[in-house]
């Protein structure tokens, strides 16, 4: 995973170095030049390359989905506006950007969790919570 990929708040999962242990679900509280930080343990690791190790996405599974509020696959925006998740592979899954009125307007492949939280915030100004 590399750090650019991350937004504070985004949920990943996190080893603690003590116990050499994964938390299946932490928050980055932290993004410096050389650093993450996140809340599980207060643990902030310094590396000095994109790739943060320590750190893991979550895949986006059913579950995630009902937790931020999508029902039958779709959380819509606004009066006009919907994502819709639809299952393209055994793993991989797809977000379409819907017009309720028209038609889709895009679609982005979507693996993690993360990754549907920033392209929520980055549509909505809002960030993705845990319903």
Request: proline share 2%.
């Amino acid at each position: 995973m590399e750090a650019r990929e991350l937004r504070i708040g985004n949920i990943v999962k996190a080893m603690c170095y003590d116990d050499k242990t994964f938390h299946e679900q932490t928050i980055v509280s932290q993004i410096d030049e050389d650093e993450i930080g996140h809340d599980a343990v207060g643990m902030v690791w310094s590396n000095n390359s994109n790739e943060i190790e320590g750190i893991k996405p979550i895949p986006l599974t059913e579950q995630w989905l009902l937790d931020f509020g999508f029902e039958n696959g779709v959380l819509e925006l606004n009066s006009s506006y919907k994502l819709r998740l639809t299952q393209e592979t055994h793993y991989e899954r797809s977000v379409y950007l819907e017009n309720i009125r028209t038609s889709i307007l895009m679609m982005i492949s979507v693996k993690h969790v993360h990754q549907l939280q920033n392209l929520y915030f980055a549509l909505t100004q809002k960030e993705l919570i845990i319903k």
